[in-house]
C-alpha cells in the first residue's frame, strides 16, 4: 500500500492574519533594521522561522489550563500539577520552575561555575556557553566527528566523542570539572539527536570520575522519537518510556519549556541531589521568585504540565519529524546544502557550500539570512560566525567550526502550503546565489553579538 500523506494531527480553532508585504518594502525594512533579521519587527515577517522558541500554538486544553491556573504565591495548585508532569518525565527528586532555560543555566552555573572549571558538552547552545563563560568557567564542545561534516549523514551526529571526553578529563582534572553536558538534541549542532548507548557511554565516563551528567533537555521528546525510529531494541517502547530511560542516565537537566513542553514561556531545573537543589532554590528565591513558581505565573506552569503530556504524543512527534523531514528532503533533492540528514527542528542551510566564494568573515550566513527575507519575508538566522566568532588578540576574526543558517519550524504553527512557500523562496534564492553579497558588521555588542549586530552589505 502507498504510505498515506501524514497530516497535521490537529485542527485548527483560532487564526492569526499573516501581514504581506513587497520586496521593495522588505529590501527598505532589512536596512533599516542594519540587516539583522533580529531586528525587524515581527509583523514584517510572512513566514518566522527565526526560532521555534516560545512560538509553538497551544492547545485547547492548554488554554483551558490557562484559566485553572492558581496564582497562589507559595503552594500553588498549579505547581504540584507542574511537578508531578516533569517528575513524570524525568524521575528526578527535585523540580525547581525557572522562567525560562537560561534562568536555569544562570542558577546552575552561578553555583556550580567559576574561574578554573571546564565543561565539556556535545555543543554548547549559545545562552549556555555564555552562562558557562560570564561565571569565569570554560565552555568545551565535544562533539562526535561525524556532527562536524554537514554533508555526511549518520543516525546519531549529536553524539559526543567519549575518546574526546575521556582526553578532556584526565588534561583538565575531574576536580575541575563540576558537570558535564549534554544537549538533547544537538541545537547548534544541526538538530541532531543523541543516542541512548551515547547517553550511557557518557554517563559511565563520568561515573567513573565521580562527574555528575546533565542533560540540557529543549528537545528531550524529539530526541526521544529519533531514538525511537532510528536505535536498534527502542521500535517498540512508547517516547515517553525513551525519554524516561534517557533521564535515567542524568543526575540533573536544565530545561527551556519554550521547546518542548509547547509552550511560550518557562522552563525549569530538575536534580537529585539534594544540597545543589537547596543552592538553586536559594539563588532562585533571588532571582527568579518563592521556589513554587519561580518566574513563572499559575497559568504558565499549567500550560507547561499540559504541553509535557502531549508532546509524547507519538501522532505529533511523527508530523513533527516527518514534516521538517518533508522541507530537508525537497531541498536536497534540489541541490541545496543542507546538513544531512534533517534534523528535528530545523533545517539547517550549509552556507558554506552554499556560498563557497565568501569567506567566513564575510557572513556568508548572514547573506543568506537577509536574501531569504527580501524574496520571500522569511526571517531565519545566521548560526555560524556571527553567531560564535571571536577575534584573536591582533582583531582578527577566528570563525566558527560551520557557517549555517537555521530555519527553525514552530510547533503546530505552518502547515504543508507554508512549507511549499518556503521551499519555492530558498530554491528561488539557492538558484540566484551568484547576485549575494557579502556583508561586514557595523556594530557590535561584547556578548551574544548576533542579537544586536548591525550590517553592511558591499558590494
Ligand atoms: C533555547 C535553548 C536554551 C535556552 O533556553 P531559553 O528558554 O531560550 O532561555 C538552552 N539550550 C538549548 C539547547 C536551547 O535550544
Redesign the pocket.
Known amino acids: 500500500m502507498k504510505p498515506k500523506t501524514i497530516i497535521e494531527p490537529f485542527k485548527i480553532k483560532s487564526v492569526e492574519p499573516i501581514r504581506f508585504t513587497t520586496r521593495d518594502e522588505r529590501e527598505k525594512l532589512l536596512k533599516d533594521a542594519g540587516y539583522n533579521p533580529f531586528k525587524l519587527h515581527a509583523d514584517d515577517v510572512l513566514i518566522d522561522l527565526l526560532?521555534d522558541?516560545?512560538t509553538s500554538a497551544m492547545s485547547a486544553k492548554q488554554w483551558a489550563g490557562v484559566m485553572e491556573g492558581d496564582e497562589s504565591y507559595a503552594g500553588s495548585k498549579s505547581f504540584y500539577k507542574f511537578e508531578s508532569a516533569v517528575n513524570k518525565v524525568t524521575h528526578m527528586k527535585y523540580i525547581i520552575p525557572t522562567h525560562?532555560?537560561?534562568?536555569?543555566?544562570k542558577i546552575l552555573f552561578s553555583i556550580v561555575g567559576g574561574p578554573g572549571k571546564y565543561f565539556p558538552n556535545n555543543t554548547h547552545?549559545?545562552?549556555?556557553r555564555a552562562n558557562i563563560e560570564f561565571s569565569g568557567s570554560v565552555a568545551e564542545d565535544i562533539l562526535t566527528e561525524v556532527g562536524m561534516h554537514p554533508e555526511e549523514r549518520a543516525d546519531f551526529k549529536g553524539n559526543m566523542d567519549i575518546g574526546k571526553l575521556k582526553a578532556f578529563i584526565k588534561e583538565k582534572g575531574a576536580k575541575n570539572i563540576p558537570l558535564c553536558m549534554l544537549?538533547v538534541?544537538?541545537?547548534?549542532g544541526g538538530g541532531q539527536p543523541v543516542s541512548m548507548q551515547n547517553i550511557r557511554d557518557v554517563k559511565e565516563v563520568c561515573k567513573k570520575y565521580s562527574i555528575p551528567l546533565f542533560l540540557?533537555a529543549?528537545?528531550f521528546a524529539e530526541n526521544a522519537y529519533f531514538i525511537k525510529k532510528r536505535e536498534p531494541g527502542y521500535e517498540n517502547k512508547s517516547a515517553l518510556e525513551i525519554a524516561q530511560e534517557m533521564f535515567s542516565y542524568a543526575d540533573g537537566a536544565?530545561m527551556?519549556?519554550?521547546?518542548d513542553a509547547l509552550v511560550n514561556?518557562?522552563?525549569f531545573l530538575a536534580m537529585n541531589d539534594e544540597q545543589l537543589a537547596m543552592q538553586c532554590r536559594n539563588l532562585l528565591i533571588v532571582t527568579e521568585g518563592f521556589p513554587t513558581y519561580g518566574g513563572l505565573s499559575g497559568r504558565d506552569l499549567e500550560a507547561v504540565a499540559q504541553g509535557l503530556e502531549e508532546v509524547v504524543d507519538e501522532h505529533y512527534l511523527e508530523y513533527r519529524i516527518k514534516s521538517v523531514e518533508y522541507l530537508g528532503n525537497k531541498l536536497i533533492d534540489a541541490g541545496v546544502p543542507i546538513i544531512e540528514p534533517p534534523g528535528g527542528h530545523a533545517i539547517y542551510i550549509d552556507a558554506k557550500r552554499f556560498l563557497p566564494d565568501i569567506p567566513p568573515e564575510r557572513y556568508p550566513g548572514q547573506s543568506i539570512v537577509c536574501e531569504l527575507y527580501m524574496e520571500g519575508g522569511i526571517r531565519a538566522v545566521e548560526i555560524g560566525s556571527v553567531m560564535f566568532g571571536k577575534y584573536d588578540e591582533n582583531g582578527k576574526l577566528i570563525p566558527a567550526m560551520m557557517e549555517l543558517v537555521r530555519m527553525a519550524i514552530p510547533r503546530r504553527v505552518y502547515t504543508q502550503s507554508h512549507v511549499d512557500y518556503l521551499i519555492e523562496i530558498v530554491l528561488e534564492v539557492y538558484n540566484n546565489r551568484i547576485k549575494l553579497k557579502d556583508y561586514e558588521i557595523t556594530y557590535e555588542a561584547p556578548m551574544l553579538r548576533h542579537f544586536t549586530a548591525e550590517f553592511k552589505p558591499i558590494a
Request: overall charge positive.
Open positions: 526560532t522558541s516560545g525560562q532555560g537560561r534562568a536555569a543555566e547552545f549559545d545562552t549556555t544537549t538534541t544537538n541545537n547548534s540540557d529543549c528537545r536544565t527551556s519549556a519554550k521547546k514561556i518557562g522552563g
